[in-house]
């Protein structure tokens, strides 16, 4: 698709009213659009200049500062201008007004200065999407993941692995057409198999890092089961810090699943708070009771509640079955032992023990995240495309029967796999390569 040649315009900064708001203005007629604004020339590219914004009646609009950026070096690539102005709604809605009516010019839509960015080859889709999670980042894990992505770490690993399959392609290339030539070894295409074969073990390695990316991104899923009243609901208005559900001594109050995000040490856990799991004729609270169970199913970890003065009690197979830690509850009601069947004992109501069960989460975070990595795939169509390279790296490896055009065809296939995840899909410089391995043709 070409680039579109519209000049665009939005507010770039936060939501008004704020200190300083930032117009950013895109495209052929930036700045022309400039000039018209501030009835004087422009200042030096990348110097900031103090002026009046100015209407058609040469009527002040507000005292700005201003900036131009040249193409290519801007953010999108073109031409590009930012006002920094007074954010007060009455301020930017008047400025908007001005460039509404200059012929050209048009609002932005959603995301068009990231996609004016990719398609001028100032971003690949990888750092766009980590600038995008990086925009939406409210832990610091979450941040620290979007900036290996946006800052394009993770772009060079995969073109760096790109760049190896295009060079084995390369090797094979030049033995299938140019074997009679001086300068290429003799039966170099035996030589590249050992280094695809170490290139499909780290991709593997790096795919089953994957599950850490989830984790970090959409949160850290704790379920809380047990049987009614205990204490479940008020677990997790103590952990949240706020009333999230609602508390009272009626067993079955909780019907359905409630959940609230929370800011552990860097990472996000979703806690999730179920109906109590019992037996009942109540049709409401048994499909309460199969949400419970099914939330227990896909969550990262389990928190088996079970009152202080009950019995211990099993529950479904379903949910022994996951990562779990049974917790002893209202320790502070009575004085009963714990016994050796619990991993921690807490008091939801008087803080007792939640800095230990707090403590134990984050542990189970931390083993499932592994020791602080972050280059890591981190959606699923990466991961995708990451088991689409794989599966053609492991064809080509154990295709050693069939012709050599064939496997090299599979690490073709690989290679465009890899590109397809930042934008850059394959492109024939296999020639480029040969003559400048083995100069060919001199």
Not at 168 to 181: K, V, Y
Not at 349 to 373: D, F, N, T
Not at 388 to 404: F, G, I, K, R
Request: proline share 3%; glycine share 8%.
């Amino acid at each position: 698709m070409p680039a579109s040649t519209d000049t665009i315009y939005a507010l770039s900064s936060g939501a008004l009213p704020a200190g300083v708001a930032i117009i950013r203005i895109s495209g052929p007629l930036a700045f022309e659009a400039l000039l018209k604004l501030t009835g004087r020339e422009l200042p030096a590219p990348r110097q900031v200049a103090l002026g009046s914004i100015r209407d058609r009646n040469n009527e002040i609009i507000d005292q700005a500062l201003t900036v131009i950026f040249l193409a290519p070096n801007s953010f999108t690539g073109e031409d590009c201008v930012e006002i920094h102005s007074h954010g007060s709604r009455a301020v930017m809605a008047a400025i908007f007004t001005e460039l509404d009516n200059l012929p050209g010019l048009r609002p932005a839509d959603a995301g068009e200065f990231s996609r004016r960015a990719f398609e001028n080859g100032k971003m690949d889709l990888l750092e766009v999407e980590g600038l995008a999670d990086l925009l939406q980042a409210e832990t610091e894990m979450q941040r620290r993941l979007a900036v290996e992505q946006s800052s394009g770490k993770l772009s060079a690993l995969y073109d760096g692995w790109a760049n190896r399959l295009t060079r084995a392609r390369a090797m094979i290339e030049a033995e299938l057409d140019f074997a009679d030539e001086e300068d290429v070894p003799d039966s170099v295409a035996s030589q590249v198999w050992d280094s695809v074969s170490q290139l499909r073990d780290e991709i593997a390695g790096h795919l089953r890092s994957g599950g850490s990316s989830e984790i970090i991104r959409d949160g850290f899923k704790v379920a809380l089961v047990g049987e009614p009243n205990a204490g479940k609901s008020t677990l997790l208005n103590a952990l949240s810090g706020r009333d999230v559900a609602i508390v009272t001594d009626i067993a079955g109050t909780t019907r359905d699943v409630l959940s609230v995000d929370i800011n552990l040490d860097g990472y996000l856990v979703r806690i999730f708070d179920t109906a109590g799991i019992r037996d009942t004729q109540d049709v409401v609270e048994q499909e309460g009771v199969r949400r419970a169970v099914l939330t227990a199913e896909t969550a990262d970890l389990v928190l088996v509640l079970q009152d202080n003065d009950s019995i211990p009690k099993q529950f479904s197979a379903s949910v022994e079955n996951q990562r779990r830690l049974r917790v002893r509850t209202k320790t502070a009601v009575s004085h009963s032992n714990a016994g050796s069947d619990y991993d921690l004992s807490i008091s939801a109501k008087e803080g007792v023990g939640l800095a230990e069960l707090r403590s134990s989460i984050k542990r189970e975070i931390e083993r499932r995240v592994g020791a602080a990595q972050t280059l890591v795939p981190a959606r699923a169509r990466h991961k995708k495309r990451l088991e689409d390279t794989l599966n053609y790296v492991s064809d080509a490896l154990h295709s050693e029967a069939m012709d050599l055009a064939i496997r090299s065809e599979y690490l073709r296939l690989a290679a465009t796999s890899l590109g397809r995840i930042t934008g850059r899909v394959d492109v024939e410089d296999l020639l480029g390569v040969i003559f400048s391995e083995f100069c060919i043709g001199k």
